[in-house]
C-alpha cells in the first residue's frame, strides 16, 4: 500500500542537492503524497519547518533520504524507538544501501506511488559497555561495532569469546563486528567477507592483525560476541556506525547482540542485492 506521508531528509552538503530537494518535494507533490520536511534539510531550500528526524519519523510513514551511505547511517541512529521504513536516492559515490540514484527520483516516486517497493529487513546490534553489574545502556547499530586503537601506532589486544567461550586474543590495530549490511563496509575493507542481508549471521574481521592466521569468522546473528582490552597501558576505544568513539575502560566487556528491532530498507523492484554488488564492485567478469 503507498504511503500517505513522506518525510524527507538530505545530506545538505552535497553539491545540488536543494535542487533535488525541491524536485523530488514537487513530484511527490504531483501524486498526491503529503511532503513533510526535517529542519535543516528545509531551511537549505528556506521553507519553514522544525521537525528532527525522530519527529519526522513519528509522523511519516515512509522516510526518503537524499545522500550516501552515510547519511542513511546518521538518519537511522537518530530514530531511537520511532523507527520507519527508509528509501535512500544516492547523492555520492558508492551507495549500497540507497536504491535510486539521483537522475532516477521520477520513477523512484512512480514507484513508491504505487507501491512498488518491498523492504528488506535489516538486523540491527545492541552494543553495551558492561562494567561489574552495571549493564550499560543500549545502543543501537545498523552497520558495525569497531573496536580501536588511540592516536599510539600500536597494536591492541582484545580478549574476544563467543557464547561464554574464548575464541581468541587478537593482537592487532582493532577489531569489527559487522552486521550483513555492514559487511560491504569497514569490514570488507579489513578483508571480510561479503554477505547477503538476509543470511542471520555476524562476522568478526579483526584489522591488521599481527597473528597472521588471524582472520574473519562468521557466527550466528544470535550469538553473544564479548570483547575486553587486555592492557592497561594503551586506550581502546568503541565505534558504533562511525559514530564519535567511546573509551573502553580497563575492567570494562564490550557485549554485541542482535537487536529485538529490525530497521526496513526500501528495495526497488527486480533489483537484488547480487546485481547491486556486480554493479557497485564492478565485477564484470572481465580479466581487465
Not at 549500497?96 to 537522475?103: H, I, K, M
Not at 573496536?147 to 557464547?163: A, D, H, K, P
Request: hydrophobic share 40%; with cysteine; proline share 6%.
Amino acid at each position: 500500500m503507498p504511503p500517505q506521508t513522506i518525510g524527507l531528509i538530505a545530506h545538505t552538503g552535497k553539491p545540488g542537492v536543494a535542487e533535488l530537494i525541491n524536485a523530488v518535494a514537487k513530484e511527490f507533490s504531483r501524486v498526491s503524497i503529503q511532503v513533510k520536511i526535517e529542519k535543516e534539510t528545509a531551511a537549505l531550500v528556506g521553507r519553514p519547518a522544525d521537525r528532527t528526524i525522530p519527529q519526522l519519523a513519528a509522523e511519516s510513514d515512509l522516510l526518503v533520504v537524499l545522500g550516501g551511505d552515510g547519511t542513511i547511517l546518521n538518519v537511522a541512529d537518530q530514530l531511537g524507538d520511532a523507527i520507519k521504513p527508509i528509501f535512500g536516492i544516492n547523492v555520492g559515490s558508492l551507495g549500497f544501501l540507497t536504491c535510486s540514484t539521483s537522475t532516477d527520483y521520477r520513477e523512484a516516486v512512480k514507484c513508491i506511488a504505487e507501491g512498488g517497493i518491498t523492504f528488506s529487513q535489516r538486523t540491527l546490534l545492541d552494543v553495551r559497555i558492561k562494567k561489574g553489574t552495571d549493564e550499560g545502556a543500549s545502543i543501537i547499530g545498523l552497520n558495525d561495532a569497531v573496536l580501536s586503537r588511540g592516536e599510539l601506532s600500536r597494536l591492541i589486544r582484545l580478549r574476544t569469546g563467543v557464547n561464554g567461550e574464548v575464541l581468541t586474543e587478537y593482537n592487532a590495530d582493532g577489531l569489527i563486528v559487522a552486521t550483513p549490511t555492514g559487511s560491504t563496509a569497514y569490514s570488507l575493507s579489513a578483508g571480510g567477507p561479503i554477505m547477503a542481508p538476509e543470511s542471520g549471521v555476524f562476522v568478526i574481521t579483526p584489522i591488521c592483525p599481527h597473528v597472521l592466521t588471524n582472520r574473519s569468522i562468521i557466527v550466528t546473528d544470535d550469538s553473544l560476541i564479548e570483547v575486553e582490552p587486555t592492557e592497561d597501558d594503551y586506550p581502546v576505544y568503541l565505534s558504533v556506525d562511525s559514530r564519535d568513539p567511546m573509551q573502553v575502560q580497563m575492567g570494562s566487556t564490550v557485549a554485541i547482540r542482535k537487536s529485538n528491532r529490525t530497521l526496513p530498507l526500501a528495495v526497488m523492484p527486480d533489483v537484488s542485492f547480487f546485481s547491486v554488488v556486480r554493479q557497485k564492485l564492478k565485477w564484470t567478469g572481465s580479466n581487465l
